[in-house]
């Protein structure tokens, strides 16, 4: 037993984990038993840390004026640098003329060259974070020094990358005389410098305060600095598998491929396309859109690049298909089940019928309502304006009489014909199998449709299709037609690449109509209509 440790964490067994929520140092104890009764304890110690902050700059450091061949020293205030969790260690003075030197806070000694200096002031705090200023000291003389007539941007270079910087024209100038030469300090491990020019390959990663000293004739001197920062190797862009696309054939088509890449050390910079579309539809980097005109399959190649030029390229498949209209016989009353599917021209034997049938619509297309039309021994008119597309509501249907069937089904999408479809089916007397068996359902997986159900009928398991990774369930309801509602336990779903997968074993025990609603982190519900079947 593990006793007296901080918050946040626990003991079980040996193993202790958690999150600590508080610093300091805790005392903890361990008592051990064995199977005789017989026990021993010991203590130790265990610190919590918290993350170091880096020191701060308050202000900047004024600039300061020396005279040639004259003892000089300046000290840079204490309040200049503090730290908020902890102590200024050390402060160090770089890029001195020569004659100066530093100590801590204080330079000192006697310039012996005239000129204009950039410093750079470096505080550490006790954990080896560091801040850093800068500010000029101007070392006056007979000869004007040379001047800083323009800076050097910060610059980027790529480890074991070839790389060449070439000191602007025109950086510094002299009022009195000419530059005579450069001299460039600082440089990681494997760069150089030849006159003007900073060249190699460089070995070290970090970021490098480069010095560049300007010479006039008479030996006066101006710098300056600038950052050079020395990047990791760059990982090239990662991408998930990207499932097949349907897309339908008299609809507006949507689908963007972005969400599946991602980038490491850096940005998706683009996303394009390396294949040819299908008729119909463009694209508009990673989002492909447009009515699709011909039906087949298209291989897709979609290539990423990242901000520094590396890429990956991913396959798909995008199948353009004719809006289709499925229809099944199920039963209703408390065991709703599928019987089979209905074609044109089917005979079905009455005894091979439940006592109360109902007529459903399957299909890939993405449909926003469904009209029936049933005539013969039993004739009914109703629309659905919701999947699963039924002929009637919930748990009614209608009992199965002999004779000859007609019904039609016309699909919607807001208001806009999508197909129809008619189809006759006879209802006989006889002992024998039905003349043509139905066809067993396929589950189709709809990835590309947002906010859909699937398998809808299902039995235990089933998936929604979210618009994005960037949508994060807050909760998920199931709401009987009752209206009794249960918040499903978060160990009953789970969520990978914008797919919500449901398990509702325990939360929908008869089957029957539900309604699932959805809650994301804005507080906006979702809710969707979904039909539980009898396990085969």
């Known amino acids: 037993v593990i006793t007296g440790l901080p918050d946040g964490l626990k003991g079980d067994g040996t193993l202790i984990s958690g999150t600590p929520t508080k610093k300091g140092v805790f005392t903890a104890q361990v008592r051990v038993t064995d199977n005789g009764g017989g026990a021993a304890e010991t203590t130790f110690k265990f610190t919590v840390s918290a993350d170091n902050l880096p020191p701060v700059a308050n202000g900047n450091i004024s600039d300061q004026t020396a005279p040639v061949n004259q003892p000089f020293s300046y000290t840079i205030p204490e309040s200049v640098f503090s730290d908020p969790d902890g102590t200024i260690a050390s402060v160090t003075i770089l890029g001195l003329p020569e004659g100066l030197t530093s100590s801590g806070r204080t330079m000192s000694g006697t310039p012996t060259k005239a000129g204009k200096y950039q410093l750079v002031a470096v505080a550490k705090d006790n954990a080896d974070a560091t801040v850093l200023l800068t500010f000029n000291l101007t070392v006056v003389g007979e000869n004007r020094p040379p001047l800083i007539a323009k800076t050097i941007n910060d610059q980027v270079a790529d480890s ?14 002299d009022t009195d005389g000419k530059i005579a030469r450069l001299e460039i300090s600082g440089l990681p491990a494997g760069l150089s410098a030849q006159g003007d020019t900073i060249s190699g390959r460089p070995a070290q990663v970090g ?55 991602k980038d490491t050390d850096g940005s998706i910079a683009s996303v394009s396309y390396a294949s040819a579309l299908p008729p119909g539809i463009t694209a508009n980097g990673s989002l492909l859109a447009g009515n699709p005109t011909a039906m087949g399959e298209y291989p897709m190649k979609v290539v990423a690049k990242d901000d520094k030029g590396a890429s990956v390229t991913v396959e798909f498949m995008l199948r353009v ?18 019987i089979r599917e209905v074609a044109n021209a089917d005979i079905i034997a009455l005894n091979s019928l439940p ?18 039309e049933l005539t013969g021994p039993v004739s009914w008119k109703s629309t659905d304006a919701a999947a699963p597309f039924g002929l009637y509501d919930d748990s009614v249907g209608f009992k199965p009489t002999l004779g000859a069937y007609k019904l039609k089904v016309t699909a919607y999408r807001n208001n806009t014909l999508v197909t129809s479809r008619s189809i006759q089916f006879d209802i006989i007397k006889t002992n024998n199998t039905p003349v043509r068996l139905g066809v067993e359902e396929i589950e189709v997986f709809p990835t590309v449709e947002p906010w859909k159900a699937f398998p809808n009928p299902f039995v235990n398991i089933v998936k929604v299709q979210m618009t994005g990774k960037d949508f994060v369930p807050k909760a998920v309801e199931v709401v009987t037609v009752e ?13 990978e690449h914008a797919l919500l997968e449901l398990n509702l074993t325990e939360t929908t025990t008869r089957p029957g109509i539900y309604l ?14 979904i039909m539980k079947e009898v396990e085969k």
């Open 207 to 261: 970021e490098f305060i480069v010095i560049v000293k300007a010479f006039d004739d008479k030996g006066a001197s101006v710098q300056l600095t600038f950052k050079l920062t020395v990047r990791g190797v760059n990982a090239p862009p990662m991408a998930d598998p990207i499932p097949d696309v349907v897309a339908i054939m008299g609809q507006i088509f949507r689908f963007d491929v972005k969400q599946y890449f």
């Open 483 to 495: 209206g009794r509602s249960t918040l499903l336990d978060q160990s009953k779903w789970r969520v």
């Open 160 to 173: 074991n990358a070839v790389y060449q910087f070439v000191i602007p024209a025109g950086t510094f100038v």
């Open 355 to 372: 006592a109360n049938l109902d007529l459903y619509v399957e299909s890939n297309a993405d449909l926003s309502s469904m009209n029936f």
């Open 321 to 338: 298909e004719r809006a289709e209209l499925r229809i099944a016989m199920y039963q209703t009353g408390q065991l709703p089940k599928k």
């Open 516 to 529: 699932l609603r959805i809650t994301g982190q804005d507080d906006l519900p979702r809710t969707l209509r």
